[in-house]
């Protein structure tokens, strides 16, 4: 999907079913733009949150507010690409 949309911030889980994670959806993004912010969730990561420049991790369960305050100050963040 990176290949042909453009997000403002990628958000994933970390821990996803099947043969990728969100560490390495979130590389194959980045590899098109290497700026873009990714918020990762995790409810259950057997390894400590990798310190990856603009982003951020929320640990499950959070409250929606959570998610709304990252996107938004994460998006400030960003400079415009428009």
């Known amino acids: 999907m990176c ?8 958000v994933t889980d ?12 979130a ?5 098109r733009d290497p ?3 990714v918020i990762y969730v995790t409810g259950f990561s057997p390894v400590e949150a ?3 420049p603009d ?8 409250h929606p507010d959570r998610i709304v305050e990252a996107i938004r ?3 400030k963040e960003r400079p ?3």
């Open 73 to 75: 100050t994460m998006g």
């Open 55 to 62: 982003s951020f991790t929320l640990h499950k369960p959070y």
């Open 35 to 37: 700026g873009l912010p």
């Open 3 to 10: 290949r042909t949309k453009h997000p403002d911030i990628l």
């Open 80 to 82: 415009s690409l428009g």
């Open 50 to 52: 990798r310190p990856v």
């Open 14 to 25: 970390i821990k996803l079913p099947g043969r990728i994670d969100g560490w390495q959806i």
């Open 27 to 31: 590389e194959r993004c980045r590899e």
